[in-house]
């Protein structure tokens, strides 16, 4: 079956420091994979999409930029975090294959300072 | 661009007792998918239901259930018999057909359940 980690699980950064938010997929191959953040209380926002290895496509302009290494990696970065930044970030992943449901890791909480 | 309007922030039930929650979105396509989505105070997103707009007939799983309403751009949930266990907030989202399948939220309804 196939599974979805991230990590770190919560992190705590000053602001102006880098970031590196990690999401790897287990048992599938070729996955179109997603990163969205979510302000408190409110809904999830699309950040970046990737449909293969280098191709990440962004939604919103921001301070923050994303990389797949691998078929299965999916890196958010930032060189200089703001306090805007902080939110909890989930990855997704899903087939690529017609309608197919988008699958959720468990989250990084991460609070800028 | 589609939009998923979530009107109800909060709504609550008594436990085994029945509540629906309302969603609307806005798009030009004529066919698409539909989801709701649980996140318990763990944060995770889970899969709750989903509806292929082609598709009359209403999607079901156990519990829930779906009123989706082409025309009127409607889909609702519907959750029968509630247990404290569905105390968490609901997303609706919207998935395109074309491209990455990109998702689109709804701001969400959190439900209470009372024992």
């Known amino acids: 079956s196939q599974t979805i980690h991230q990590w770190p699980a919560t992190l705590v950064q000053p602001v102006g420091s880098p970031l590196s938010l990690e999401c790897t997929v287990e048992g599938t191959s070729n996955p179109n994979l997603y990163w969205y953040r979510q302000a408190a209380g409110r809904g999830l926002q699309l950040l970046f999409y990737s449909v293969g290895i280098g191709q990440i496509s962004s939604e919103v302009p921001q301070n923050l930029s994303a990389s797949r290494p691998q078929d299965r990696q999916f890196i958010l970065s930032s060189k200089k975090l703001l306090l805007s930044d902080s939110g909890f970030y989930l990855c997704a992943w899903t087939v690529r294959a017609y309608q197919e449901t988008q699958y959720f890791g468990p989250g990084t909480r991460l609070l800028v300072l | 661009a589609q939009t998923v309007t979530q009107s109800q922030p909060e709504m609550s039930v008594q436990e085994a007792e029945t509540v629906t929650l309302s969603c609307t979105y806005d798009?030009?396509?004529?066919?698409?998918?539909l989801f709701w989505y649980k996140q318990p105070p763990s944060r995770q997103m889970i899969l709750v239901i989903r509806q292929e707009a082609y598709k009359q007939q209403n999607a079901t799983e156990n519990r829930f259930s779906v009123n989706f309403q082409k025309a009127a751009k409607s889909f609702s949930l519907k959750i029968s018999d509630s247990q404290l266990g569905d105390a968490a907030m609901y997303f609706c989202a919207y998935g395109g057909i074309q491209g990455a399948q990109k998702l689109v939220f709804g701001q969400g309804t959190r439900l209470t359940i009372n024992p």
């Open positions: 798009t030009s396509e004529s066919d698409y998918y």
